[in-house]
């Protein structure tokens, strides 16, 4: 081997053991995830978060979750579903409200993972209970001279048929389940939220800001940076960013900092060889750039989240 490719050689392995080592003393940042429930709640929103919690749950650097609730609620059916994906997270979640967070969505804030909730001053939240809307237009099909023939292996099967008048026992069932399912809505606030009073959200009127902590549907009144620090306090970690956080501090870093490459004088020896250095100038390089005399490293979190 030539004393230039040794010389190169030892100053490669020298850097990567200087680089490693450094590289090895600093801390992985542990995340605060921020979980979106925005618009209707609906099977394509349950899916979505189910695929979210597997990740979550996969992902050892998670220590809480912020979920963000803007949201008038949906179908029934959705918002069990997301309500049971919730529960399987394995880490602490703080729920927030900062606009609107009704129905079907503060179904998914009393899921058993929400240890805290907060809403901002400006949200509507409650609407707590069920609706069915059925539009029957039978007296259009009079009018136009239709006729429809329908045809059931039951009474009950064709409950909610719109081609024809709804009859008094009908108009009972229907609101029977209704009843049924608010009832269990009810109870799975009153679980979640012992210091609710039922009384207070049966009718299903909305709160508007404090009011939602006053009847026992939220624990405080924060700002969304507040919510994130509290979240920050429930995960146990004392260096817990959330992804926002963490690119504004690789941004920041990247920007006020530069790396300067030492440079290596080029000599020529007797036989007319160009040598970078001899084994003295890396040394003497490399005992610089660990007193900080002559270069500057920049800062990048060696990380992809």
Known sequence: MSRFAASLTFLVFLLVGVVGFAYGQVSRPDIIEVMALHGEVDDGMAAAVKEQVEKINDNTKIKAVLLDVDSPGGTVSASQAIYAELAKLKVPVVGYC???????????LMSP?????????????GSI???????RYYRLLDWAKIDVENYKSGELKDDGNPTRAPTAAERQRIQAEIDKLALKFY?????????????AIKPAGIFFGGE??????????MTRDQVIAKAKELSGSKLAFTREELSKMTKAA???????????APRVDGAGIVWMSDLHDILEMLREIKSGE???FEYRMPYRF
């Open 113 to 125: 993972s929400v240890k805290y909730i907060a809403v901002s001053d400006d949200a509507v939240s």
């Open 129 to 135: 209970g069920v609706r069915a809307t059925l539009t």
């Open 212 to 221: 939602a902590v006053e009847v026992g549907l939220a624990d405080s009144v």
């Open 187 to 199: 109870s799975v606030v009153a679980k979640a939220r012992p210091r609710v009073s039922l009384q």
């Open 294 to 296: 002559s270069a500057r």
């Open 254 to 264: 990247h920007e006020s900092t530069a790396y300067e490459a030492p440079k290596l």
């Open 98 to 108: 900062a606009r609107l967070c009704a129905s079907g969505g503060e179904y998914a």
